[in-house]
């Protein structure tokens, strides 16, 4: 039997972090679009900033100083949704099986999966959805992988473009933790 590998996208997915995220670009004076949510910056805010990556690369630099000072500040408890839970029970069955696939940049994502107590899992972060895509193909080869993400066009996406049905792709919406664990269809909690 193959083994599994559970990847979860972070914002949205794990943490209601969108307002904190919104609030830091208008900060920078950057009025996020609701499309670029679960994009990575380099996928929206060069087109935004008329083309010209330089700049954009700047407001993003600021935007993740202020994103990181208003993470330290806040509680997280408030901000941790249901696919969380399932990912703790998951890591502590086995965290090498358990990864993140995140458009939010490397240090927000350290800072972030310390501060829930995961400094020994797999993260990749700043992703396009191309890496993404690639980070799953990649594990897909030998192992079965359930991918959770709240960003419903990167489930379009995803579904159309890896056909393999050894992937299986979770869109959460809100749904409970049971819901979610059923819907990920995990053999562990078929038993």
């Known amino acids: 039997m193959r083994p599994h590998v559970w990847a979860f996208d972070l914002d949205g997915t794990l943490l209601n972090t969108w307002e904190i995220n919104y609030q830091a670009y208008a900060t920078v004076g950057v009025k996020m679009p609701n499309h670029a949510h679960g994009l990575s910056w380099q996928e929206w805010l060069p087109e935004y900033c008329g083309g010209n990556f330089a700049v954009a690369g700047t407001l993003h630099s600021a935007k993740t100083q202020i994103y990181l000072r208003r993470l330290i500040e806040c509680d997280l408890q408030g901000m941790e949704l ?45 992703l396009t959805y191309a890496m993404r895509r690639r980070h799953l193909a990649t594990w897909n080869v030998h192992a079965n992988v359930t991918y959770v993400d709240d960003n419903i066009k990167t489930i379009h996406r995803l579904n159309e473009d890896i056909t393999d ?4 792709t979770v869109h959460f919406d809100g749904q409970d933790v049971a819901t979610l664990k059923n819907q990920m269809e995990a053999p562990e909690w078929k038993r």
């Open 82 to 126: 249901p696919p969380l839970e399932v990912m703790r029970e998951l890591h502590r069955d086995n965290p090498t099986r358990v990864k993140v696939l995140t458009a939010s940049s490397v240090i927000s994502t350290r800072r972030l999966m310390n501060r829930l107590g995961f400094e020994d899992i797999e993260y990749h972060a700043e």
């Open 165 to 168: 049905p050894i992937i299986n």
